[in-house]
């Protein structure tokens, strides 16, 4: 799994470019046993600025902030 397989979920700049995804969608569409994997990546692409943190329906979600 790499960084670009999450943003690919998370959004498509020619149908849905600001489109959002909590994180049990990236669980569910990544696989349950990529958890750390998964956490790891979010958190490093939150502090390179990539990807920027909201909240929907009280889940923590994701928006690509950068192409």
């Known amino acids: 799994m790499?960084?670009?397989?999450?943003?690919?979920?998370?959004?498509d700049f020619?149908?849905?470019?600001n489109d959002i995804k909590t994180y049990q969608q990236l669980l569910d569409h990544l696989g349950t046993q990529h958890d750390t994997t998964?956490?790891?990546m979010l958190t490093e692409?939150?502090?390179?600025g990539v990807i920027r943190e909201t909240e929907v329906q009280g889940q923590k979600a994701?928006?690509?902030a950068k192409k």
């Open 45 to 48: 692409m939150k502090q390179l």
């Open 14 to 17: 020619r149908k849905s470019p």
């Open 38 to 40: 998964i956490q790891a």
């Open 2 to 11: 790499k960084k670009i397989d999450i943003l690919n979920y998370i959004t």
């Open 62 to 64: 994701y928006q690509v």
